[in-house]
């Protein structure tokens, strides 16, 4: 999921993408949509926050990364096949789903935000890739980021920089 802000209209808007598509065909409709929205930061959570940098990479806007999937193209493969998820909606994972996601763009303005305590995606695999992101580690916590109040000021202090770096009129 990812919250995609925008000035223009003082609104955070909740965009879902489907992680069984190919990460192309995501990619093209949420940047599609950034645009409509005049999007000036993209936050996402786990695979959200593989698709925030790869937005924010490809659109030139500052991006939060909440717990992020550093590596889809393997971490999915153990989702390959029918199952439940956790709103009990049947869903089917193929390998060419997995193999259409590539590296963790490691390029942009970049926020990291992890919990410690996350069980499903090490916070330490951050560390797998080279990049010049800010990483902030909290204590605890768990997968679905249990830290978001105590982030904002992170978040708030990211977007002005981003704002004093490229100039945006915010």
């Known amino acids: 999921t990812h919250c995609i802000s925008s000035a223009?209209?003082?609104?955070?808007?909740?965009?879902?993408?489907?992680?069984?598509?190919?990460?192309?065909?995501?990619?093209?409709?949420?940047?599609?949509?950034?645009?409509?929205?005049k999007a000036d930061l993209i936050v996402g959570s786990s695979l959200g926050g593989w698709y925030a940098a790869a937005l924010g990479e490809s659109l030139g806007v500052p991006f939060v990364m909440m717990n992020p999937c550093v590596d889809p193209k393997e971490y999915l493969r153990k989702y390959i096949g029918d199952h439940i998820d956790y709103h009990n909606n049947e869903f089917t994972m193929t390998a060419e789903s997995c193999d259409s996601y590539g590296p963790l763009s490691t390029k942009g303005f970049g926020l990291v935000l992890v919990d410690k305590g996350d069980d499903v995606i090490p916070y330490t695999a951050i560390d797998s890739v080279e990049h010049d992101f800010t990483v902030k580690e909290f204590e605890g916590g768990d997968h679905r980021f249990a830290h978001t109040k105590e982030a904002l000021k992170d978040i708030a202090r990211h977007y002005v920089k981003a704002e004093l770096c490229y100039g945006f009129n915010m």
């Open 8 to 37: 223009a209209s003082d609104v955070y808007k909740r965009q879902d993408y489907d992680f069984t598509a190919s990460a192309e065909s995501q990619l093209e409709r949420l940047s599609e949509y950034a645009i409509n929205e």
